[in-house]
C-alpha cells in the first residue's frame, strides 16, 4: 500500500509495525520495542514509518520477493547481524531454503565470494537453530 497524503505520521508507523510484526515476527518486535529508549525511538519509528511502511508494505513486490532481495543485499554488504534476523524472517515470508542457497550462488558471483561464505556460514547456524522445514 503506498503512502497516501492523507495518511499521519503516527498511521504509518501503526502500518509499518503491522507488517514488522508480521515479517520479523511478535517476539523480536516485542524485544526491539521493549529495549527502546529516548536516544533511539526516532530511530525506531523512522524505521517502522520508511522501511516497514514505505516499502515493504508497498504492492508492487511481494513479501517473499521483498525477503529475497534483503537477504542477498544484506549478504552483500556484509550486515551479519541483520542477515541471520531476515533469514530467520523466511520462515514468515514463504522463502524455501534452496531458495536462499541459489540466491546466496548469485551474491558469491556478484558481490563476492567472501561475503557468500559468510553469508553461507550464517544461513547454516541460523537454519540449525530453526526447526525444520516442514515436508510439502
Do not use: C
Not at 27 to 41: I, L, N, Q, R, W
Not at 52 to 73: E, M, P
Amino acid at each position: 500500500m503506498p503512502h497516501t497524503e492523507n495518511e499521519t505520521p503516527d498511521s504509518l508507523v501503526s502500518r509499518g509495525m503491522k507488517t514488522r510484526r508480521e515479517v520479523l515476527g511478535e517476539e523480536y518486535v516485542d524485544a526491539a520495542m521493549a529495549s527502546t529508549t529516548d536516544f533511539d525511538a526516532d530511530f525506531q519509528h523512522f524505521i517502522s514509518a520508511t522501511a516497514w511502511a514505505g516499502v515493504w508494505s508497498r504492492a508492487g513486490l511481494s513479501r517473499r520477493d521483498r525477503s529475497l532481495i534483503t537477504i542477498t543485499q544484506l549478504a552483500s554488504l556484509g550486515y551479519q547481524d541483520e542477515l541471520a534476523l531476515h533469514l530467520r524472517a523466511s520462515a514468515n515470508t514463504g522463502l524455501s531454503r534452496g531458495e536462499i542457497k541459489e540466491a546466496l550462488l548469485h551474491v558469491a558471483v556478484y558481490a563476492g565470494v567472501p561475503a557468500a561464505n559468510i553469508a553461507f556460514k550464517i544461513a547454516k547456524q541460523v537454519f540449525a537453530e530453526m526447526a525444520p522445514p516442514s515436508a510439502t
